[in-house]
T-cell receptor, first 116, second 115 residues
Framework: DTGVSQNPRHKITKRGQNVTFRCDPI?????LYWYRQTLGQGPEFLTY????????KSRLLSDRFSAERPKGSFSTLEIQRTEQGDSAMYLC??????????????FGPGTRLTVL | AQTVTQSQPEMSVQEAETVTLSCTYD???????LFWYKQPPSRQMILVIR??????QNATENRFSVNFQKAAKSFSLKISDSQLGDAAMYFC????????????FGDGTTLTVKP
């Protein structure tokens, strides 16, 4: 069990560019979550997958944002035409789908996005 | 919609002393879970303690314990024998027992531990 991993850890981009982040959940965790965290705030929910199915999306997830989880393993979060307001830490979390602690989310280290 | 409020943006404690961080929440649900997470500077968020709403007994994890008052919708975290490594941002979080999706977080309390 190596924990949730996220890549890249830091990303600097220019306004208008597209960026993609990757999250690898804890193996055998079939639930995967994306959150956004801005400085001095708590994480805000973006979207949630169970296996490959995207079951819930926040209104924060505008049309410029898209998330996928092919084959129910890793997930990608893409932001198109980035804006300065997209600058934030993007957190990924996973949780088991059965057994004990299905309610508990385990977080990755995050990807810090800076849009210039 | 559920909301989580942490009314103390910053707290400080002397090493070896005890500190309590406050959290209140609003929900109409009866089945839910509550969590405290710790986020050290530039490091990832880790789970400190969790509480199942249907359990009356307060959760305890070593030096960390909670005071869960369901009727008052209050969920405070007590840290005993504070250590320098406890310095971090602490987040209170709520999760529905019927919706396996999102958790709702408070805005955090920054805890400083003075040597």
């Amino acid at each position: 069990d190596t924990g949730v991993s996220q890549n890249p850890r830091h990303k600097i981009t220019k306004r208008g560019q597209n960026v993609t982040f990757r999250c690898d959940p804890i193996s055998e965790h079939n639930r995967l979550y994306w959150y956004r965290q801005t400085l001095g705030q708590g994480p805000e929910f973006l979207t949630y997958f169970q296996n490959e199915a995207q079951l819930e999306k926040s209104r924060l997830l505008s049309d410029r944002f898209s998330a996928e989880r092919p084959k129910g393993s890793f997930s990608t979060l893409e932001i198109q035409r980035t804006e300065q307001g997209d600058s934030a830490m993007y957190l990924c979390a996973s949780s088991p789908g059965q057994g004990a602690r299905t309610d508990t989310q385990y977080f990755g280290p995050g990807t810090r996005l800076t849009v210039l | 919609a559920q909301t989580v409020t942490q009314s103390q943006p910053e707290m400080s404690v002397q090493e070896a002393e005890t500190v309590t961080l406050s959290c209140t929440y609003d929900t109409s649900e009866s089945d839910y879970y509550l969590f405290w997470y710790k986020q050290p500077p530039s490091r990832q968020m880790i789970l400190v303690i969790r509480q199942e709403a249907y359990k009356q007994q307060n959760a305890t994890e070593n030096r960390f314990s909670v005071n869960f008052q369901k009727a008052a919708k209050s969920f405070s975290l007590k840290i005993s024998d504070s250590q320098l490594g406890d310095a971090a941002m602490y987040f209170c979080a709520y999760r529905s027992g019927t919706n396996a999706g999102k958790s709702t977080f408070g805005d955090g309390t920054t805890l400083t531990v003075k040597p």
